[in-house]
């Protein structure tokens, strides 16, 4: 069964500094990862996926993240934090290959990123 | 193109009432899903479809029921609410890639209440 882990439930980072977002994931056979972000009383918006090639994936708002299959991690990152990147962060993953299941993903708990001035 | 739609965004209801919540998507996609997102839990999935007629279960599927007559709706119905159902949620979509590299899109949220 595939299953992916957010260790972290908040990150805070100070504006202009890096930030990173782990997430780690589970599955049988090579995984197509997720990264979604949430604002406040808003639907999920996709930032970025990484199905196969190179492991370091650019995505939506300067987004990045990188794709480790020996660690099995999909950390986001980001080279400069901005105050209107605070939200919540989704990692989510799905395992190629399953027949039926409607492509189904399963998703993490979320990390809330909190960027200060 | 409005992308994934519903309504309404928020509901109280009482104990023992019914109700729809609606979705809808103009993206003509074959794949609907409908998750329930709880405080501390991520997103769980009540329940999903492949195409208009096809629909199936998810992680968390009691207490709800869902159709699918066209490709472009995908209602998901509450029986006899219960407070356990007070939740936000949230209908999605995807194009249905071959090896599944498609990626979902999701509308803004119902935030239900029941009391």
Redesign the interface.
């Known amino acids: 069964a595939q299953s992916v882990a957010q260790p972290e439930?908040q990150v805070n980072v100070a504006e202009g500094n890096p930030l990173t977002v782990k997430c780690t994931y589970s599955v049988s056979g090579n995984p197509?990862l997720?990264w979604?972000v949430q604002y406040p009383?808003?639907?999920?918006?996709?930032l970025l996926?990484y199905?196969t090639g190179d492991n370091l994936v650019k995505g939506s708002y300067g987004f990045e993240a990188e794709f480790n299959k020996s660690q099995t991690s999909f950390h986001l990152k980001k080279p400069s934090a901005l105050v209107s990147d605070s939200a919540l962060y989704?990692c989510a993953v799905?395992e190629?290959?399953?027949t039926?299941g409607?492509?189904?993903?399963t998703?993490?708990?979320?990390t809330q990123l909190k960027v200060e001035l | 193109n409005a992308g994934?739609t519903q309504t309404p965004k928020f509901r109280i209801l009482k104990i023992g009432q019914s109700m729809t919540l609606q979705c809808a998507q103009d993206m003509n996609h074959n794949?609907m899903?409908w998750y329930r997102q709880d405080p501390?839990?991520?997103?769980k999935?009540i329940y999903?479809?492949?195409g208009a007629g096809i629909t199936?279960k998810?992680e968390v599927p009691n207490g709800y029921n869902v159709s699918r007559s066209t490709t472009e709706d995908f209602p998901l119905r509450l029986e006899l609410a219960a407070p356990s159902q007070t939740s936000v949620y949230?209908c999605?979509s995807?194009r249905?890639?071959a090896?599944?590299?498609?990626?979902?899109?999701?509308?803004?949220?119902t935030r239900l209440t029941v009391l």
């Open positions: 439930d197509y997720f979604y009383n808003r639907g999920l918006q996709f996926k199905i989704f799905r190629p290959g399953l039926g409607g492509n189904k993903l998703f993490g708990t979320g | 994934v794949y899903y501390g839990m991520g997103l999935l999903y479809s492949v199936d998810g949230f999605a995807s249905a890639l090896g599944g590299a498609d990626t979902q899109y999701f509308g803004p949220g």
